[in-house]
């Protein structure tokens, strides 16, 4: 990717687990991304509010929400609504997020391959869904 462009994107990242959220941070930062990271959902729009994200990268099972529940709050509101979303998990597959009326732009199984995590999120943000 241009790191010139990824230097202008900013990426919330909402995952529970340190280690995986400390990766995604540091491999997004080493591609000149801004990154706000999180391990809960509850200051979540709050975070949005304030860091305005141009990409959203949501775990579904964090300790206090499903990632699904907070897609449809985001979907819902017309602040966030058009905010793109990469949603990840260790125990959903694709076809457990497309169900219904709120779909993400992109899903990644975890483990996930970082070289498939930064395709994800170029494609996301040039306007394509996986």
Do not use: C, W
């Not at 995604?24 to 959902?41: A, D, F, H, M, R």
């Not at 979303?85 to 779909?103: D, F, P, W």
């Amino acid at each position: 990717m241009d790191k010139s462009l990824a230097s202008r994107k900013n990426v919330l990242v909402i995952e529970d687990n340190h280690a995986i959220l400390d990766v995604i941070t540091l491999v997004l930062q080493s591609e000149s991304y801004q990154v706000n990271g999180l391990n809960k959902s509850a200051d979540m729009l709050l975070h949005i509010e304030q860091f305005k994200p141009d990409l959203i990268i949501l775990d579904i099972m964090l300790p206090d929400g499903d990632g699904r529940d907070l897609l449809k709050i985001l979907r819902s509101d017309q602040q966030t609504e058009d905010i793109p979303v990469l949603m990840i998990s260790a125990r959903y597959t694709a076809q457990n997020v497309q169900h219904g009326e709120y779909k993400p732009n992109g899903f990644l199984a975890k483990p996930f391959d970082i070289d498939d995590l930064l395709d994800r999120i170029e494609g996301i943000l040039a306007g394509k869904t996986f």
